[in-house]
């Protein structure tokens, strides 16, 4: 018999029998449906699960349900009284401090149980307090900052905010965009834990599915026999590769994957078979039941050996012949010749570890089987339409029967969309077997197995300058690890090629990238996209080229930069204004750079700890590119109680792009963001946009939502000057009212509406957007692969202890050109996230292998930044117009991380005099 627990949760009493394995996290979860209490990892290490038990922070993943018998137990549902917002849950909201949103819950309990304990803390006893919950969006500072405002606000006391991001204009002729007062559109939801995640929903009949992975990097499969599966009770279904078209085939742009191994495995974590059964428990014993033999084959790690004609192939069941998967090449003008001659040759080799995403939500996916036949899927993937076709192909079902809705996304950084394809079919194929609902989460350490990474690459670069120290010629070499599969590594290696020689002008360039697999897992997209290894690799570069000529780094590399009218490395004339120049120089001045230079190059030879700075700068490519076809849609329409609703197929998975879009609409049709609602992204309500990557949600995603407002401004015109007695273009408008300045008689925007729907008209409208046409000619290795480019420049200072050989990071500097800024807040904490997870990059977040397998497959043994870990980051963001941007902006989110390492490194090198090009950094 089940012992029986009682006690008060949120102020109510309760009781109900348990086992005694049962977690308290499971029991509010799954007993009380309380799921503002996350799951992250089930092991205690990422503390999304923090609850109070009797006014103290626990990880309730780790705290048994009988523990908390007679205690008192509140979770963030029970903070906040009648739907009200708690003082704390505002400033979290007004900083713009919730992002995806997952771990917030466990971030405002652990802040609030701070300040019930020490009313006015420091900042570093903020960080302190936190310390325990993990975040991979916000970078924590604008975390720290809400916790202290709500602190002296609570004390009557004046708090100082930070320096804002972008300088406040009384004159700013907008009224949405560009405010610092503007807040997240999802923050109420996101704050009190009423945000549904895929492992929150739940319906009546759903069953549970669970995924039998690879135990090996490489074998093929000789026998699979699922039949005992279903011998287990509860066990409902189970698939495999045979139980999809074409034995579940997909992928692009290479087609070389599966829904389920077929034929082989290629990696440790590559999905076998799929169980669906009535409990978690169930559908485990099912996979465990499932017999599979195994023929081990060689095991290939290094990208050098898999090019050998003699090492066996590794994805030869999907009809490659050659472990190598493309290539790249850049041929502008003749660089070996000027190489030859130049005064100057410095050349480096680099090696970058494959790097984890750590979103702190796991991949899911829910699937509904319909009466057509069809299925309706919620999933956690990046690019629904994507989605919805891979599974449509698969199944052998048309588009039509496949919807595909996006809930809240608990964080992505690239890293949702192959996997999240996968899943999703293999929800979906169980569901149309079953007639019933089904589920699929991921445990973290199936995530950290299954998942693919950041590629690891190696990168040989070489640059020539003259006699002065003019850059002259650059030649690189790249090595991108693909792992066991293509995935989009084609595509992000690519952009490392676009990108590999720097911000700088030179007179000829080459560069060679192979694109290679191995059994190292597997590697996709990642924020950044390729950048942050090229940008490591040509900034390390250029900083030991300018300690090799006695100047100044920020002076060197001034005096080297890329500009307006000129060529990029890549041959293409750069036809909009370059802006990295003003970004080096506001970290130089913000970072008291010239002090600091000449403070750390006085300190004694045999001192072993020591501080240095560093700098490093960047240019990224914006939207696809020579890639493909970049292009948007939107739609707006007006319902019956004249609420404004925006359908969009591009994604939020924390980034804040649904914010962007409603703030570009209100500012269009001059209305409220209040009045504008905005449902997740949904196939059957929105039009087909591309994918969410590349940082194109603004320009292009918010071009579209630009275009389609206007038009909708277009109809309201019609109706108020039908109304008011005027000509369309004698409108003039006073906010939500539409006046007749020779009467002046005004008309309410309501009042427009119901006129407009009186004249007949339909309040519905797509707008479409086109990055402007350009062409990259891959074979050729020449064109023009971006039509422009975002830039910043980063500044950090370190501090490294040379008997512990460890590296701290104390301030970071960063300016960054994203044109016009539409949400402040949110491009503060995008830029301060991406700078975090850059810092996790340069000094602890190597996901290694070892003869194909993970060196770290639990979340407790890759480390990511935690709160104390953070310096306080100093960001500025440029206030320029992109022209073909909607109100000049442009991208973002990624780029502000591709900066970080290499600022980082070049700061060790002045403290140490030791030149590091592997990463992550090891002084041994």
Same mark, same amino acid.
């Given at each position: ?347 480096? $080799? ?260 020591? $501080? ?22 939107? $739609? ?289």
């Amino acid at each position: 018999m089940s012992p029986s627990v009682g006690f008060t949760l949120n102020g109510k009493p309760v009781k109900c029998e348990v086992k005694p394995e049962t977690t308290l996290l499971h029991l509010l979860r799954n007993t009380f449906g309380l799921t503002g209490t996350k799951e992250g990892c089930g092991s205690g290490t990422c503390g999304t699960c923090s609850v109070w038990v009797d006014n103290q922070l626990v990880k309730s993943c780790q705290t048994k349900a009988v523990e908390v018998d007679g205690a008192s137990v509140t979770t963030i549902e029970g903070l906040a009284e009648d739907g009200r917002l708690t003082d704390l849950q505002e400033a979290f909201v007004r900083h713009g401090a919730v992002q995806c949103g997952y771990c917030i819950p466990a971030m405002i309990m652990a802040g609030e149980a701070l300040l019930r304990e020490k009313p006015l803390p420091t900042r570093h006893e903020i960080r302190k307090a936190i310390n325990s919950v993990l975040c991979r969006c916000t970078g924590y500072q604008q975390i720290v900052d809400a916790i202290e405002e709500t602190a002296y606000r609570r004390q009557n006391l004046p708090w100082l905010p930070p320096s804002p991001v972008i300088e406040p204009s009384p004159q700013s002729p907008y009224r949405y965009i560009h405010q610092l007062d503007a807040k997240p559109v999802d923050g109420y939801e996101k704050v009190t834990g009423r945000a549904r995640y895929v492992g929150d929903l739940r319906v009546p009949g759903m069953l549970y599915a669970r995924l039998l992975l690879s135990p090996l990097p490489h074998a093929r499969i000789v026998r699979l026999n699922p039949a005992p599966a279903l011998e287990v009770e509860g066990v409902k279904a189970v698939i495999t590769s045979k139980d999809f078209v074409d034995n579940g085939q997909f992928g692009w742009p290479v087609r070389d994957a599966f829904i389920l191994a077929y034929q082989k495995v290629r990696y440790v974590g590559d999905p076998i078979a799929a169980v669906a059964a009535e409990t978690e428990e169930a559908a485990k014993k099912g996979v465990e039941a499932i017999e599979v033999e195994f023929e081990p084959l060689e095991v290939v790690t290094d990208v050098h050996q898999a090019l050998k004609p003699e090492t066996v192939i590794i994805p030869e069941n999907a009809g490659k012949g050659s472990n190598l998967c493309v290539t790249h090449i850049v041929r502008n003008g003749d660089a070996e010749a000027i190489l030859s001659e130049c005064a100057h040759v410095v050349e480096h $080799r680099f090696e970058f570890a494959p790097q984890e995403h750590v979103y702190l939500e796991t991949e899911g996916a829910l699937a509904i089987p319909e009466p057509d036949g069809g299925v309706t899927i919620y999933a956690n993937d990046q690019s629904p339409f994507i989605n919805r076709e891979n599974t449509a192909a698969v199944l052998g079902l048309p588009s039509n029967l496949v919807r595909v809705i996006q809930p809240p996304v608990g964080g992505s950084f690239g890293g949702k969309d192959d996997i999240g394809y996968q899943l999703s079919a293999q929800a979906a194929k169980l569901a149309l077997i079953t007639g019933r609902p089904v589920r699929i989460v991921l445990s973290r350490k199936e995530s950290l197995l299954a998942s693919y990474k950041r590629e690891g690459m190696e990168i040989h670069l070489k640059v020539g300058t003259d006699a002065k120290g003019r850059l002259r010629a650059a030649q690189a070499q790249i090595w991108a690890d693909s792992g066991a599969y293509a995935s989009m590594t084609p595509l992000s290696s690519w952009r490392a090629t676009m990108h590999v020689a720097g911000c700088y002008l030179y007179e000829a360039a080459k560069v060679d990238t192979y694109v290679v697999y191995t059994n190292n897992g597997y590697a996709g997209a990642f924020r950044g996209f390729g950048n942050p290894q090229a940008c490591a690799a040509s900034e390390i570069l250029i900083d030991d080229l300018a300690h090799r000529f006695g100047e100044d780094p920020i002076e060197y590399r001034l005096r080297n930069l890329i500009v307006q009218g000129k060529p990029a490395f890549t041959g293409n004339i750069l036809r909009h204004p370059v802006h990295i120049a003003e970004c080096l120089r506001w970290v130089r001045e913000r970072s008291d750079w010239n002090a600091k230079r000449a403070e750390y190059a006085r300190q004694p030879s045999d001192q072993f700890i020591r $501080r240095g700075i560093g700098v490093a700068c960047y240019f990224h490519g914006t939207g696809l590119g020579g890639e493909g076809k970049d292009y948007a849609s939107a $739609r707006i329409h007006i319902e019956s109680d004249h609420t404004i609703v925006i359908n969009h197929g591009l994604t939020d998975y924390g980034q804040g792009s649904r914010t962007v879009f409603t703030l570009l609409a209100a500012e269009v049709l001059q209305v409220s963001p209040e009045r504008i609602r905005m449902p997740r992204p949904d196939t059957q309500t929105a039009a087909e946009p591309g994918p969410t990557v590349a940082s194109r949600a603004t320009i292009v995603g918010g071009n579209a939502v630009r275009v389609a407002a206007q038009k909708l401004v277009n109809l309201l015109n019609l109706a108020a000057a039908d109304l008011l007695g005027c000509l369309p273009e004698q409108v003039q408008r006073l906010d939500e009212r539409f006046l007749n300045p020779r009467t002046e008689e005004i008309a309410t925007f309501d009042e427009v509406v119901a006129h407009a729907l009186k004249m007949g008209f339909q309040l519905a409208v797509e707008g479409y957007w086109q990055i402007p046409q350009i062409h990259w000619d891959f074979e050729k290795g020449q064109g023009e692969p971006y039509f422009t480019y975002c830039y910043g420049a980063q500044v950090a200072e370190v501090e490294v202890n040379l008997k512990a050989k460890e590296i701290r990071v104390l301030h970071i500097w960063a300016a960054h050109d994203a044109g016009m800024i539409v949400y402040p807040e949110g491009a503060k904490g995008q830029m301060i996230g991406a700078i975090v997870q850059g810092l996790g990059y340069a000094l602890t977040e190597g996901f290694t292998y070892k003869n194909g397998y993970p060196e770290k497959p639990e979340l407790n043994k890759y480390t990511i930044p935690r709160a104390t870990q953070v310096p306080e980051i100093e960001v500025h963001l440029l206030s320029t117009i992109q022209p073909e941007g909607p109100f000049g902006a442009k991208g973002l989110a990624e780029p502000p991380i591709v900066a970080t390492a290499p600022a980082i490194a070049n700061a060790v090198f002045q403290a140490t005099g030791r030149r590091l090009t592997r990463f992550p950094l090891r002084l041994e």
